[in-house]
């Protein structure tokens, strides 16, 4: 069983930061990859940010210069720090993790619950 959790969302003015956190536990190895959606009303889900265990990562075009993704190994956690926040930031974000297939496993992607970002004033 594999959990996903999601953390830090809330209301923020524009120009301000947040942080989210993800934490995963469970069956979670070999990982490939660990990142952060977003969604707003209306549109599709997009890619914000990934982290690969190799040590990339890779940003949506909207977001470099403002988002960091970040992660600690030891404690399965992935971070995104989120500065010079702007009202079209506004969306539920979602965790994802990416878990490579093996000999003993098929793998998969799972999904936190979400955590709501409003960027308002």
């Known amino acids: 069983q594999v959990h996903v959790v999601e953390s830090g969302g809330g209301l923020v003015q524009p120009g301000g930061s947040l942080r989210l956190s993800c934490v995963v536990s469970g069956s979670i190895f070999p990982i490939n990859a660990m990142g952060w959606y977003r969604q707003s009303p209306g549109k599709e889900r997009e890619l914000v940010a990934a982290?690969?265990?190799?040590?990339?990562?890779n940003y949506a075009e909207a977001v470099k210069g403002r988002f960091t993704i970040s992660r600690d190994y030891a404690k399965n956690t992935v971070y995104l720090q989120m500065n010079s926040l702007k009202p079209e930031d506004t969306a539920v974000y979602y965790c994802?993790?990416?878990?490579?297939?093996?000999?003993?496993?098929?793998?998969?992607?799972?999904w936190g619950q979400g955590t709501q970002v409003t960027v308002s004033s």
């Open positions: 994802n993790l990416d878990i490579s297939a093996t000999t003993l496993s098929s793998g998969g992607s799972y």
């Open positions: 982290h690969t265990s190799c040590g990339s990562t």
